[in-house]
C-alpha cells in the first residue's frame, strides 16, 4: 500500500530515459498510481520529465499532471504542443480541465480550447473558464448525474448508466423539474432500495443543500464541513442546476487556506515552498522583513531619545531585549486565538468582552511572570527600586501587548480584511516599539527621573 | 441555504425554554439542521441546552451532540444520566459512539456500555475503544457494506439492501473471501452496471487501498488525500476486514493538524479555543511565555558581560532589539518554511543542500537589508566604522539565524519529534541569544575594542 520514493527508484527512471527504453519505462511505470508516477516525475529534470508524459497513454498522464506541483506542471507544459495540451484536457474532468487551461498564457488558451474535438467538453470548460477561481464556479464540475422528476426509477436508472460513464463518483443523484432547476436529490442506496416502476416524483429528497454559483470559495468549504456533505450542488440565480463541488476539491481549499494563515504568521506574504527559487523566497519574505528593519529603528530612536534620562541606569537598557521579547510573544498569542476563532466562526460576542478577557489573562500570565524578573533582578542587583520598576513595566507591556494582539485581527474582520495579516510580523514589530515606549516610560515614572 | 444565528432567535429559544412551552421548541427547531441547533446549544447555558436534549428524539439529539465543541458536549453529558447517554450512543455509528463514550469517566463508560441495548453495536463500541485515538482503528467505522466474491450481483443486492440500512454512506462496496480477508472493492456504479446474474468474483477490482488498524491517523490522511480516497478500508495484521474510514473525519484531523501547528507557531502549548476560561488559557500560554523570559534574562547577561563597551558605543546597544527582531523574524521563517515542507512531505534530499540555499537566500536578504541600515546608521551617525560594525553584524546573524531555522526542525524531524515545536517562541528565543551574541562578538572586532 505505501508508496516511497527511492534514490535507486530515480535513478533507474533517469537510466531508462537515456537510452530511450521505452518498452521498460512503460512496464516499470505501468504498476505505479498516476499520484506517486506525479512524485517520480516531480524529481526528474523537466526534459526527463516530459519525455515521459509524452510516452505514456493521455489517459493516465493527464492525471498524472494534474497530482503534481503547480511549477512543475507549468514546465512540462511549456515543452508540449497545444495539441498534446488538448488531448490530456479531453481525458480530464471539466473542473480540472479548465484549472490546467486557466494556467496558460492566454494565446495559447484559445490554441488549446480550438484544438478539443469534445464539442459539450469544449463549452463546458469554456463557462468554468468564466468564473473566477475562488468561487464555487471556479471550484464546481460539470460532470454530475441529473434525473428529472418525470421518469420511473427504471428509465432514471437506463439514463443513468450512460450519464453515469461520463462521472468518476455518483455521490448524489440531483433531480431537476422541466426548467432544469433543481427540486431535491436522491442517493445511489434510495434508488437501489426503490420499486422500479416508481416515480422519481414520488421517491425524491426535496430537502437538498446548494451554494450560489458566486458564493465564495471558502464559504463553500464552511458550509460542506458543517454538514458533513461529501458533494453539494451548484446553482445559478434562478436554481438552475450548474455544477457539483466535491469533497477533494474542499479539502485543497482548507488546506490551502491553512498554509496561507500559517505562513503569514511566519511572515511569509506569498505561497511558496521549500522548493521553491531563491528569488521566489526573497519576494516572499523580504517585505515582512522589511518591515521588522523598520520597526528596529523605531526602537532604536526610542533608545536613543532616553539615552539622557538612563545614564546612571544602563541596567535598564540591558532588558529591552527581554521587554521586546514579551510583548511579541504576547501579541502572537492572543492575535493567533483570535484569528483561528474568527477562521472557524467560534468567535462571537462584543469586542469589549474580548478585551476585558485578554486583560484579565495578560494580567494574570504577567505578574506570575514580574514575580520572577522581580526575583531576579532584586537579588541580582540589589535595587529594589529598579526591580520594582522593570517589574512593573513588564505586567504592564504584557497587558498592552495582548490587547493590542486582540483587538487588531478583531477590528481588521469588522473593517473586511483577512484579520490574519495581523498575526506574525505585524504585531510584532508594533508590539516591540510600544513595549519599549512603554518601559521606559513607567520605568521612568517609578524611579523618578 | 444560510443559516446565521442571530440574537433574536437565542433569546426566543431562551424564552420558550424558560416558559417551558415544549411544542412551540419542537415546532420552532423542527426546521433546522442538527449542525444549526448545535450552534444555538452552544450559546445557551448548560441548563438550557439540556432541557432541548432530553426534549427531542435522540435520533437528533445525537447528531446534534456530536456537532457541538468537546467542552460544550462534556458540559451537557454531565447533566444527563448514563441511560440517557446510551439512548444517544444507539443511534450514532460506531465511530461516533466510541468517541462520545470515550469522554466520559471511565466509571460512566462502564455503566454506559451496559446500557446498550444493541449487542452488536455494544461489542463493535467495545472494540473500537480499545484503539488509540490516533490511529487508523480511532478513526474507523464498523459500518460498512461487505460482499462475498461467491455471491452473485442479485444476491448482493439483496444483502446490500439489508446492510445498507445502517450505512449512512455507501462509498464503496468491499469484496472479501470466506476468511473474511479484503479482497477487492466495487462501486455502487459498478453494481448498477452489471448483469444480475453475473458473480462478484467476475466484476469486482481486486485493486483495492487499505490501512493498517495501527496505521497513524496522519499517515491515513495523507494517503486518502494523495490518491483522493473519499473512504479506505481498515484490516488487521492478516488483512481482515476490520472497518472503514470516510473522508469526512480525514477532514477534521487535517484541520486538527493544521491548528496545531499554527498554535505552535504562536507559542500556544495545548489546543485551545478563545472560549476556554482563563485558567486553561494561561496554561497554555504561560511555559511559552516563560520561555520567552528565561531567554530575554539571557540577552541581559550577555549585554551587561559587553556593558565597558557600552560606556564608549552605547548606540550599539540601542540596535539590539532590531538585532533581535530580526534574527526572530528569519528564524520563524525558514523554520515555518521547513515545517511546512515536512509536513506536505515535500521536503526530500539532503539536509546540507537545504542549508546551503537558506544561507545564499538568507545571504540575499541580509544583504539588502544591511544596505539600508548602513545608509540610515551612517547619515544619522556620522560614523563610517559604526556603520560598517552595525550593518556586517545584520547579515551575519540574518545567516545564522535562518541556518538555525532551517536545521532544527530538520534535525527533530530526523530524531523522529515533531518539528513544529521548533517554529515560534523556542526559534524566537533561542535567534534573540545568538543574535545578540554574534552582534556584540563582530561589532567589538570591527571597532577594534
Redesign the interface.
Known sequence: ??FT?SNELIEKVEQLVQSKNDEAILDLLNEY?H?DIAEILE?LNTEQASYIIKLLDSEKTSEILM?MDEGDREKILATLSTKEIAEEIEELDTDDAADMIAELSEERQIEVIAQIEDEEHKAEIRELLTYDEDTAGGLMAKELVRVNENWTVTEC?RE??AQ?ENVT??HSIYVVDGNEKLIGRL???DL??ASPRAHISTVYIPKV???DVNEDAEEVAR?M????L?AIPVVDENKVLLGRIT??D??DV??EE??K???M????TQD????DS?LQ??RA??P???L??V???G??LI??GF?GTFEKY??L??????????A???G??S????V??LA?D???GSINK?LI?EM??AA??GF??AL??FA?VWITKGSFLTALAISVSLVAV?IIAGLIGTFVPLFLDKKGIDPAIA???FI??SN?IFG?LIYFWIAKLILGI
Open positions: 500500500m505505501k520514493i498510481h499520484a524529481d497530482e436508472v443513468m448508466r453515469a463518483r455518483v442517493s445511489l442506496k437501489l432500495m443543500d446548494f451554494v458550509i464541513q458543517k454538514y458533513d461529501e469533497i477533494d474542499i479539502v482548507i488546506k491553512a498554509e494563515d500559517y505562513q504568521a511566519a511572515g511569509i511558496v515552498e521549500a522548493d531563491i523566497l526573497t519574505r523580504l515582512w522583513l522589511f521588522g528593519l520597526g528596529g529603528i526602537a532604536f533608545m536613543e539615552k544602563a541596567v537598557f540591558f532588558f529591552t531585549p527581554l521587554i521586546a521579547a514579551m511579541g510573544n504576547v502572537v498569542q492575535s493567533a486565538i483570535i483561528q476563532g472557524n467560534d468567535v462571537k474580548r478577557k484579565f489573562l494574570l500570565n506570575i511572570l520572577f524578573l531576579f504584557i498575526t506574525g510580523p510584532t514589530t516591540d519599549i
